[in-house]
Every structure is written in structure tokens, then in C-alpha cells.
């Protein structure tokens, strides 16, 4: 089992940056491939961004291009999310996803096995 641990989520005004962090721990394996979804109330889990086992390759949504990063640092285990410029838009729980096989990162929601809790990200106008 991999545990996944959000943080840094808060209530931050229009313009505003945060960093989440997703901390995993557990039985984790050569680094699998990562990926950030939201949930924002009255819609469906999207997918924000994810990356591969080596941090090379990264996937975002189009609503997030140019505002967003996700990076990692295989070292301490944890998968970033850069967000600057936020929007009230953006508000959602955000929640962490890590693969459980040896593959590469994907965009697809029912790829990923393992879960955080989420963090609420709440931006106001």
C-alpha cells in the first residue's frame, strides 16, 4: 500500500500562488508516475496536471497551462503543484494520485490506484 498526503491547500485571493505538496509513504517503488485532480462541488474529478517517473515528461490540462507546474523530488518522495495566477475558478478539493504499475503518466482519471485526502483550494474574486 502507498499512503499519499496533501498540504498547502488555504483561501487565497485572485492573482494569488500556492505550492501543494504531496507527501507518499508506504510500500512505494521506484517512483511511479504522479498526476494532481480536482473536484470542485456539482462537477466531476478532473485531471490538473501529472508526471512521470523521472520528472521529464509532464501533462496539464488546458485550463492550467502557463500557471501551473508539478514537479518532484524522487529524493524525499513528494510531487509538487506550482499554482500561481489563481482564478476562482480553480477552487476544488485537490487530491494526489500516484500508479501503481511501472508505467508513465497518464491523464486518465481511472488509471491511477492510489489517493490522497485531498486539500481544499479555495480562491475568492
Given at each position: 500500500?502507498?499512503?499519499?498526503?496533501?498540504?498547502?491547500?488555504g483561501?487565497?485571493?485572485?492573482?494569488?500562488?500556492?505550492?501543494?505538496?504531496?507527501a507518499?509513504?508506504?510500500?512505494?517503488?521506484?517512483?511511479?508516475?504522479?498526476?494532481?485532480?480536482?473536484?470542485?462541488?456539482?462537477?466531476?474529478?478532473?485531471?490538473?496536471a501529472?508526471?512521470?517517473?523521472n520528472g521529464?515528461?509532464t501533462?496539464?490540462t488546458?485550463?492550467?497551462?502557463?500557471?501551473?507546474?508539478?514537479?518532484?523530488?524522487n529524493?524525499k518522495?513528494?510531487?509538487?503543484?506550482q499554482?500561481?495566477?489563481?482564478k476562482?475558478?480553480d477552487?476544488?478539493?485537490?487530491?494526489?494520485?500516484?500508479?501503481?504499475?511501472i508505467?508513465?503518466a497518464t491523464?486518465?482519471?481511472?488509471?491511477?490506484?492510489?489517493?490522497?485526502q485531498?486539500?481544499?483550494v479555495t480562491v475568492?474574486?
Amino acid at each position: 500500500q502507498v499512503q499519499l498526503v496533501e498540504s498547502g491547500g488555504g483561501l487565497v485571493q485572485a492573482g494569488a500562488s500556492l505550492r501543494l505538496s504531496c507527501a507518499a509513504s508506504g510500500r512505494t517503488f521506484s517512483n511511479p508516475a504522479m498526476g494532481w485532480f480536482r473536484h470542485a462541488s456539482g462537477t466531476e474529478r478532473e485531471f490538473v496536471a501529472s508526471i512521470s517517473r523521472n520528472g521529464v515528461t509532464t501533462f496539464y490540462t488546458d485550463s492550467v497551462k502557463g500557471r501551473f507546474t508539478i514537479s518532484r523530488d524522487n529524493a524525499k518522495n513528494t510531487v509538487y503543484l506550482q499554482m500561481n495566477s489563481l482564478k476562482p475558478e480553480d477552487t476544488a478539493v485537490y487530491y494526489c494520485a500516484a500508479r501503481a504499475v511501472i508505467a508513465t503518466a497518464t491523464t486518465r482519471t481511472y488509471e491511477y490506484d492510489y489517493w490522497g485526502q485531498g486539500t481544499q483550494v479555495t480562491v475568492s474574486s
